[in-house]
C-alpha cells in the first residue's frame, strides 16, 4: 500500500509473555526488514517485561477468511453437540469421567 | 439502496448487541471516516505531547526525575504508534497521516500549544492533561471498532503511572519552600482552564456527538467526562493544598457535583484556529525531526536490501 518506496513495510507483531505460553498479536509496526521489526517490538511491545518471545510477520503475507462468509464457513460446526462432553449421559453411580 | 440499508442496519445491531467492529467488517463511510479523523487526530497529539515534555529532559531537578520523565516520553511515542496501527487497518497510509498533521491539516489535542514554562509544568501536565485524557481513554477502551479499543487498553495501562508522577512532582513542590509552592500553584492556574478545554465543546455545541455515542465510537458525552473530571481533581488539589483557580467553584450538595465557572471558549477556538501560544512551534519541531530522519528511513531500507541480497547469494 505504500506509495514511496523508502517507506517500510507492515509487520504483525506476536508477543509470548511466558515460557509455554501462546505467541499472541499485539498490534504493528513498520520496519525496514525483520530484525528492525524484532528491535522496534521490543522497544514498543515490551518496555514492561511483557514479553520472552517476539514473532514478527510481514502482514502482506497474512491471508485471512472474509467476515462476509463467517456464517456459511463455519456452518459444519453448528449441528455436532456430540462433539462436547456434556451430550452424554453418564450412568449414575460412575465417577471420575 | 436496499442493500446499504441491510447492511446499514446489521452494521448498527452488531454494534447494539455490543459486539465489536473489526477492520475487514462492512461499516458505514461516515464510521470510517469519523474514526480515521479521531484515531489520527488522537495519534497526533500522543507524538505532538512529547514536544512539551522533552522540553524539560535535560533539565529534570534530578536523575530520578530525569528518567521517569525520559521513561514517560518514551510511552507517549509508543501511544502515537498504537494508534497509528489502529488507524492504519482503516485503509489509510501511515505515510499520508504523518503529512496530513506534517502539512497542518490534521488537528491535535490544542492542550500541546500551551508552553511548559518551569518544572512544575512537568507535575501539572502529568496530573492535569494526563488525567483528563485518561478520562477519555478509559471510556475509549470499549469503543465498538476493535483496534482502537485494544490499543486503549494498552494505553490506559501505561498512562496510570504519568498521572501520579505528574501528581507527585506537584505534591513535592507544594510541600516545598514558599516559591516552590507558588511555582505549583502557578502551574495549576495556567494548566486548569486549558484542561477542562480537552474534553472538547459543551454538549450543546457538539453536533457529531450524538452520532459518535449512536455507534458506541464514544459512550459519555464531553460534559459528562469534564464534570468527573472536575470533581476527582477538586479533591485532589485541596489534598496537597493547592487552589483551583476558579471562584465560582462551589460543591453542590443537590447534584453532588461541584459547580463551576465558564470557559472561555474564545481562547478555545483562537488555539485550535492555530493561533496558540506554541502552534508554529510544535509543528515546525515535528517538520524538522520528520526531515532530518529522512536519511535514516533511506538508509534502513538500503541496508535491508543490502543484508537480503547477502543472504540470497
Given at each position: 500500500m505504500s506509495e514511496n518506496p523508502n517507506n517500510w513495510p507492515l509487520w504483525e507483531v506476536f508477543i509470548q509473555?511466558?515460557?509455554?505460553l501462546d505467541h499472541k498479536h499485539v498490534g504493528s509496526l513498520h520496519a525496514a526488514d525483520a530484525d528492525m521489526a524484532i528491535e522496534n517490538a521490543r522497544d514498543v511491545y515490551?518496555?514492561?517485561?511483557?514479553?520472552n518471545s517476539i514473532w514478527v510477520v510481514e502482514s502482506a503475507h497474512i491471508h485471512s477468511s472474509r467476515p462476509e462468509d463467517a456464517d456459511s464457513l463455519f456452518?459444519?460446526?453448528?449441528?455436532?453437540?456430540?462433539?462436547?462432553?456434556?451430550?452424554y449421559t453418564v450412568p449414575e453411580g460412575a465417577k471420575y469421567i | 439502496m436496499t442493500e446499504i440499508k441491510n447492511l446499514e442496519e446489521r452494521f448498527q445491531a452488531r454494534i447494539d448487541d455490543e459486539q465489536k467492529i473489526e477492520p475487514r467488517d462492512w461499516m458505514p463511510d461516515e464510521y470510517r471516516k469519523t474514526l480515521v479523523r479521531q484515531i489520527s487526530q488522537h495519534a497526533h497529539s500522543e507524538v505532538v505531547g512529547m514536544l512539551p515534555e522533552g522540553n524539560w529532559i535535560t533539565r529534570a531537578p534530578s536523575l530520578k526525575r530525569k528518567a521517569i520523565l525520559l521513561a514517560k516520553v518514551q510511552d507517549e511515542a509508543g501511544h502515537g504508534l498504537y494508534l497509528y496501527s489502529a488507524c492504519e487497518?482503516?485503509?489509510?497510509?501511515r505515510e499520508r497521516t504523518i503529512d496530513d498533521l506534517l502539512s497542518g491539516k490534521a488537528k491535535y489535542s490544542?492542550?500541546?500549544?500551551?508552553?511548559?514554562?518551569?518544572?512544575a509544568d512537568i507535575g501539572a501536565v502529568g496530573w492535569l492533561v494526563d488525567g483528563a485524557a485518561i478520562m477519555n481513554q478509559v471510556m475509549l477502551?470499549?469503543?465498538?471498532y476493535g483496534p482502537y479499543a485494544r490499543a486503549m487498553v494498552r494505553i490506559c495501562k501505561e498512562e496510570s503511572f504519568h498521572q501520579r508522577q505528574g501528581y507527585e512532582i506537584m505534591a513535592v513542590l507544594a510541600k516545598g519552600s514558599p516559591e516552590q509552592k507558588e511555582m505549583a500553584q502557578d502551574a495549576l492556574n495556567r494548566w486548569w482552564w486549558p484542561s477542562l478545554m480537552?474534553?472538547?465543546?459543551?454538549d450543546a455545541n457538539s453536533p457529531n456527538s450524538a452520532q459518535s455515542i449512536k455507534w458506541k465510537i464514544?459512550?459519555?458525552s464531553n460534559d459528562e467526562l469534564r464534570q468527573i473530571f472536575i470533581d476527582r481533581t477538586v479533591q485532589q488539589a485541596e489534598a496537597i493544598g493547592l487552589s483551583i483557580p476558579?471562584?465560582?467553584?462551589k460543591w453542590n450538595d443537590e447534584t453532588k457535583h461541584y459547580d463551576w465557572g465558564v470557559i472561555d471558549w474564545t481562547e478555545f477556538n483562537n488555539v485550535v484556529a492555530?493561533?496558540?501560544?506554541c502552534n508554529k512551534e510544535r509543528l515546525a519541531a515535528r517538520n524538522k525531526a520528520h526531515a532530518e530522519g529522512a536519511w535514516v528511513r533511506e538508509a534502513a531500507v538500503a541496508y535491508a536490501a543490502k543484508k537480503a541480497k547477502r543472504k540470497a547469494a
Amino acid at each position: 500500500m505504500s506509495e514511496n518506496p523508502n517507506n517500510w513495510p507492515l509487520w504483525e507483531v506476536f508477543i509470548q509473555s511466558k515460557r509455554g505460553l501462546d505467541h499472541k498479536h499485539v498490534g504493528s509496526l513498520h520496519a525496514a526488514d525483520a530484525d528492525m521489526a524484532i528491535e522496534n517490538a521490543r522497544d514498543v511491545y515490551t518496555r514492561r517485561q511483557e514479553g520472552n518471545s517476539i514473532w514478527v510477520v510481514e502482514s502482506a503475507h497474512i491471508h485471512s477468511s472474509r467476515p462476509e462468509d463467517a456464517d456459511s464457513l463455519f456452518d459444519p460446526s453448528d449441528d455436532k453437540i456430540y462433539r462436547h462432553p456434556t451430550f452424554y449421559t453418564v450412568p449414575e453411580g460412575a465417577k471420575y469421567i | 439502496m436496499t442493500e446499504i440499508k441491510n447492511l446499514e442496519e446489521r452494521f448498527q445491531a452488531r454494534i447494539d448487541d455490543e459486539q465489536k467492529i473489526e477492520p475487514r467488517d462492512w461499516m458505514p463511510d461516515e464510521y470510517r471516516k469519523t474514526l480515521v479523523r479521531q484515531i489520527s487526530q488522537h495519534a497526533h497529539s500522543e507524538v505532538v505531547g512529547m514536544l512539551p515534555e522533552g522540553n524539560w529532559i535535560t533539565r529534570a531537578p534530578s536523575l530520578k526525575r530525569k528518567a521517569i520523565l525520559l521513561a514517560k516520553v518514551q510511552d507517549e511515542a509508543g501511544h502515537g504508534l498504537y494508534l497509528y496501527s489502529a488507524c492504519e487497518t482503516l485503509g489509510t497510509s501511515r505515510e499520508r497521516t504523518i503529512d496530513d498533521l506534517l502539512s497542518g491539516k490534521a488537528k491535535y489535542s490544542s492542550i500541546f500549544n500551551y508552553p511548559t514554562l518551569t518544572w512544575a509544568d512537568i507535575g501539572a501536565v502529568g496530573w492535569l492533561v494526563d488525567g483528563a485524557a485518561i478520562m477519555n481513554q478509559v471510556m475509549l477502551c470499549r469503543t465498538s471498532y476493535g483496534p482502537y479499543a485494544r490499543a486503549m487498553v494498552r494505553i490506559c495501562k501505561e498512562e496510570s503511572f504519568h498521572q501520579r508522577q505528574g501528581y507527585e512532582i506537584m505534591a513535592v513542590l507544594a510541600k516545598g519552600s514558599p516559591e516552590q509552592k507558588e511555582m505549583a500553584q502557578d502551574a495549576l492556574n495556567r494548566w486548569w482552564w486549558p484542561s477542562l478545554m480537552m474534553f472538547g465543546p459543551t454538549d450543546a455545541n457538539s453536533p457529531n456527538s450524538a452520532q459518535s455515542i449512536k455507534w458506541k465510537i464514544k459512550r459519555q458525552s464531553n460534559d459528562e467526562l469534564r464534570q468527573i473530571f472536575i470533581d476527582r481533581t477538586v479533591q485532589q488539589a485541596e489534598a496537597i493544598g493547592l487552589s483551583i483557580p476558579d471562584p465560582d467553584l462551589k460543591w453542590n450538595d443537590e447534584t453532588k457535583h461541584y459547580d463551576w465557572g465558564v470557559i472561555d471558549w474564545t481562547e478555545f477556538n483562537n488555539v485550535v484556529a492555530g493561533n496558540g501560544p506554541c502552534n508554529k512551534e510544535r509543528l515546525a519541531a515535528r517538520n524538522k525531526a520528520h526531515a532530518e530522519g529522512a536519511w535514516v528511513r533511506e538508509a534502513a531500507v538500503a541496508y535491508a536490501a543490502k543484508k537480503a541480497k547477502r543472504k540470497a547469494a
